[in-house]
């Protein structure tokens, strides 16, 4: 059993996920299996997955299905599975994101400079039809963000052993021995909870074997931004200051 698994939350998807698994089935580095973790979804993802599955035999995919509702629960669940399986090193990306050709290749690189917990860089996509001047929006105001998080209050605590990074979950990796004494992702829905947040400042808690690498890419969807505008997305981003009817954008 191979050491790396990528772990991929899906919750109808159907429209989207092709071109993830796609992404990944172009990376350089292919030493790894991938899980899917439906999310109980109501409508073709399973199907799709299990299609492109046959179409790549020489890929190891799996599929699994989390019930509980919630990408906390569902990423949780999937790193959980691998675990029990053997796997060693874990990565996380999202059913809506782009890694890059040299995703794999670049956190198998973090993890043996001596990292425990790698945050990548995230990207917005250049390929859902959002313009330009509000992917810069979003660009900077994520870099922002990576720098406010260091001085905002609720990452802020004298246990903490370094200093905040911010760790987007659609973009991260981790040992299995350091996500299991840390807890997990919590268990939760998107409404309540950024399950990334929590994770890394659980992660604070015990060990500065952490960073970021802006050499591990993904490329992040923008479709809150095409529902929303970037006004409303950013204050959904910032603590859930925006409370949409709808959260699942598809």
């Not at 599955?53 to 019930?67: C, F, G, Q």
């Not at 790698?118 to 900077?140: A, F, H």
């Amino acid at each position: 059993m191979n050491e790396l698994w990528v772990i991929v939350p899906a919750y109808n998807e159907e429209h989207g996920i092709t071109a993830t698994l796609a992404a990944l089935a172009g990376q350089r580095d292919r030493d790894f299996t991938l899980l899917v973790v439906d999310n109980n979804s109501t409508d073709g993802t399973v199907k799709v997955v299990r299609d492109f599955a046959e179409s790549r035999p020489d890929l190891r995919i799996e599929v699994i299905t989390e019930t509980c509702k919630g990408t906390g629960a569902a990423a949780d669940t999937g790193m959980r599975h691998a675990i029990a399986a053997g796997a060693i090193r874990l990565a996380r990306t999202d059913a809506d994101c782009l890694p890059a050709p040299d995703w794999t290749a670049r956190i198998r690189e973090g993890f043996d400079s001596g990292l425990r917990l790698i945050s990548g860089q995230l990207i917005p996509r250049t390929d859902e039809g959002v313009r330009l001047r509000d992917r810069v929006v979003i660009k900077v105001a994520l870099e922002v963000a990576s720098w406010f998080g260091k001085f905002r209050p609720g990452n802020r605590d004298p246990r903490y052993l370094g200093p905040y990074v911010m760790t987007p979950g659609c973009n991260m990796a981790i040992t299995a021995e350091l996500y299991e004494s840390a807890g997990g992702f919590p268990r939760t829905a998107i409404e309540e909870l950024h399950e990334d947040r929590a994770l890394v400042n659980a992660v604070r808690m015990l060990t500065t074997d952490y960073g970021l690498r802006r050499d591990v890419r993904v490329y992040g969807s923008n479709r809150r931004v095409k529902a929303w505008g970037v006004r409303k997305t950013l204050a959904w981003y910032a603590d859930h200051r925006y409370k949409p009817e709808l959260v699942d954008i598809r």
